[in-house]
């Protein structure tokens, strides 16, 4: 690919896995447009163009895929990276903060000082379902004494609402589905 806008990358390159990690529920695999870098390239692009305005001091990705298109756009933003992982994994003190999933339960972690007071923070994960992890993530941003002024995420899955449940920040997503 060269030169394709971001909606046109993702629809390439990303595949549904049907009843997968569970029956019933339709997994989005990023990988094939992580192994493309025109892109991942492009992809990273709309999210900087799409959250730069929101002047953040910082992007927090959430584990695993979170970290993939985070860190990266951290380093187009110019601002440092937080990761948000998932439980037992950081070996400092953390807080923690536990949501439910369309298929289960989880509990994700931050470091207690891995955000100054007051920071303004853009979290970043592959897909918004139905918008726990994100919630979560907020929610430690927020026990850090930071503030989330946008959430991004490369694609969402419109029939699991998650959007309704983060219309308190705003939420850039580069493709609906």
Not at 50 to 78: C, K, M, S
Not at 145 to 169: P, W
Request: proline share 6%; glycine share 10%.
């Amino acid at each position: 690919m060269t030169s394709v806008d971001a909606a046109t990358a993702i629809d390439a390159c990303v595949r549904p896995v049907e009843d997968w990690p569970v029956q019933g529920v339709t997994f989005r695999d990023v990988t094939p447009l992580l192994a493309a870098p025109d892109a991942f390239g492009a992809v990273t692009a709309a999210l900087a163009d799409a959250v730069r305005e929101l002047r953040p001091d910082a992007v927090v990705g959430v584990e695993a895929r979170g970290f993939i298109f985070g860190a990266p756009l951290a380093l187009e933003l110019g601002v440092g990276f937080v990761p948000v992982r998932k439980e037992g994994k950081l070996p400092a003190d953390t807080h923690r903060a536990t949501y439910a999933l369309e298929y289960g339960e989880a509990t994700v972690e931050i470091h207690t000082d891995a955000l100054a007071p007051g920071a303004r923070v853009v979290v970043v994960d592959d897909v918004l379902a139905t918008g726990g992890t994100l919630r979560a993530a907020a929610e430690l941003v927020q026990t850090c004494g930071a503030q989330v002024v946008g959430n991004a995420v490369v694609l969402e899955i419109g029939a699991l609402a998650g959007r309704e449940r983060l219309a308190d920040v705003p939420l850039v997503s580069l493709r609906r589905y």
